[in-house]
């Protein structure tokens, strides 16, 4: 009995030792763990809720993105909510001492097959309102960071914030006098490729990072046509908001409405939006109907990247 008793009061240490060490490591697992923390690269402009006043959008409750651990080809979804961004399953640091790189974009698309071949938003689907913006708005960002960087996060903030990829064009329509009866029963606009399906490749490296062309035909064209003509107000006109590819175009997209004044119907057309349509930037034009024809009396590349654009005149014609 004595021998027994000796055995297990020996024994104590033992077990308590192994206990303590299991418990260090559920601890350094959880201190170990991969956080997130996100925004969107240009000051005030983020994602989904869309400010048409100052062109600034924001995660909202439900967003998802799809993340990258460093040389993994498989994404983990990583969805924003009440106390901050959550992945589908746990991911831990390799190690607290060295870097590594991560990559992320948004929106989450379950079809990812690789980080060198995420499928944009179909923007031939666009309805052309500053509510749905976000839906089209890709969203690409890397991020080189160890675990002492801050505090276990991966920080897609600062220079490694999330980056607009495609180009937003906002395109206002005035009247010139008010008072005037005018409504808009459609619009078109028409460019090479810029509303093709596209897929977002993170090569090895960022400098190769980019759009790509999916395996679709090619999609020049997006429409709006109204069952009931839209009234155009006096002061503020009214707006279009639409997503298209970054390129650089060997002709000028062609913008046309079709309206109706003073129960009259009326077509007009313009050429002069200019070639470039780069990534990140946000065109602002701005058209005015006058019984003489369209006049683009307005111009500016703003919020994710401003600019300013000449006049562009536009010929009236009235609808055969």
């Known amino acids: 009995m004595n021998k027994i008793l000796l055995m297990g009061v020996c024994l104590l240490p033992l077990v308590a030792g192994c206990r303590q060490n299991e418990l260090a490591q559920e601890v350094n697992n959880v201190e170990a763990a991969i956080k997130l923390r996100a925004s969107v690269s240009v000051p005030g402009l983020s994602r989904t809720v869309f400010d048409a006043e100052d062109a600034s959008t924001s995660f909202s409750e439900g967003d998802a993105i799809g993340f990258f651990m460093p040389e993994d080809e498989n994404q983990v979804k990583w969805t924003l909510s009440g106390d901050g961004w959550n992945s589908e399953v746990p991911l831990m640091w390799e190690n607290k001492v060295d870097e590594f790189e991560f990559c992320a974009y948004y929106p989450y698309a379950e079809d990812t097959e ?23 708005d890709f969203l690409a960002a890397r991020c080189t960071s160890s675990y002492s960087s801050n505090s276990g996060a991966v920080s897609f903030v600062g220079n490694h914030a999330f980056r607009h990829v495609c180009t937003l064009l906002s395109v206002t329509i005035k009247k010139d006098l008010s008072g005037e009866d005018v409504r808009i029963s459609g619009a078109t606009l028409r460019g090479t490729g810029l509303f093709s399906r596209m897929r977002y490749k993170f090569a090895s490296s960022s400098v190769d990072d980019g759009v790509q062309p999916a395996s679709s035909p090619s999609v020049d064209e997006l429409s709006f046509d109204y069952e009931e003509p839209v009234e155009i107000p006096d002061e503020t006109g009214y707006s279009l908001f639409i997503i298209c590819n970054p390129t650089v175009l060997s002709e000028s997209p062609r913008f046309s409405i079709a309206y109706v004044r003073d129960g009259i119907s009326y077509t007009a057309t313009t050429d002069k939006l200019g070639k470039e349509f780069l990534s990140g930037t946000f065109n602002k034009y701005t058209l005015k109907l006058t019984k003489e024809g369209l006049e683009l009396v307005g111009q500016e590349i703003a919020g994710w990247d401003e600019e300013v654009i000449p006049d562009i005149p536009l010929t009236e014609t009235p609808a055969e």
């Open 114 to 136: 690789s980080r060198e071949s995420v499928p944009m938003p179909d923007l031939s689907a666009q309805k052309g309102d500053a509510a749905g913006i976000g839906a089209y």
